[in-house]
C-alpha cells in the first residue's frame, strides 16, 4: 500500500521497487516459453502477410493506399510478435535505448505519416516516399540487434561512396 501510496503523491519509485513491481506483473501475466513462441510465430507470420497482401495491392485500384495500410499494419504487428520473447515492458525499453532511439522514433513517426498520407491527404507519392523512409528506418533499427551489424553497413555504404 506504501509503494501505491507514493507513486500516487508522485513520488519516485527505488530502482528496486521499479524492478519488484515490473516483476510481479510479469510473474502475473507469464506465458509458457512454448506459448511465447507460437504467439511469436503467429504474429510475425501474421504481420508478413499483410506486408504481401500489401505488395499484391499495389496492382488494384488505389492500391497505393492499401499498400500502405496493409504494409505499416505488418510492421506493426512484426514488431510487436518480439513483446512475447522478452515481455512488452522489456520489448519497450530495448525500442528506446540509446542505440536505437533515433531509428525507433523515425520508424513510429514514418507509420503514422504513411497512415496520414494515405488515408486523410491521399497523396501516393507522399505515401510511397515515407514507405522507403519507413523500410529504411526499420532496417537500421533491426540491425541494431545484431551485434556490429551497423558498422558493416557503415563502412560497406562509405567504401561504395568512396568509388
Not at 499495389?58 to 512484426?78: D, K, M, P, W
Amino acid at each position: 500500500m506504501d509503494k501505491l501510496r507514493r507513486v500516487l503523491s508522485g513520488d519516485e519509485p527505488t530502482p528496486e521497487e521499479e524492478s519488484s513491481i515490473i516483476t510481479q506483473i510479469n510473474d502475473m501475466s507469464t506465458l509458457s516459453w512454448s506459448t511465447r513462441i507460437k504467439g511469436f510465430i503467429i504474429c510475425f507470420a501474421l504481420g508478413i502477410l499483410l506486408s504481401i497482401l500489401g505488395s499484391v495491392a499495389l496492382f488494384l485500384h488505389r492500391g497505393i493506399v492499401v499498400f500502405a495500410v496493409f504494409y505499416t499494419l505488418g510492421n506493426i504487428i512484426s514488431m510487436a510478435s518480439t513483446c512475447f520473447l522478452m515481455g512488452p515492458f522489456k520489448q519497450i525499453k530495448k525500442m528506446f535505448a540509446e542505440t536505437r532511439l533515433i531509428a525507433t522514433i523515425i520508424v513510429l513517426v514514418m507509420m503514422v505519416l504513411t497512415f496520414i498520407a494515405a488515408i486523410v491527404w491521399k497523396k501516393a507519392g507522399l505515401t510511397l516516399i515515407f514507405i522507403i523512409i519507413q523500410s529504411l528506418a526499420m532496417t537500421w533499427y533491426s540491425l541494431s540487434y545484431i551485434p556490429y551489424a551497423r558498422d558493416a553497413v557503415k563502412k560497406t555504404m562509405s567504401a561504395i561512396l568512396e568509388v
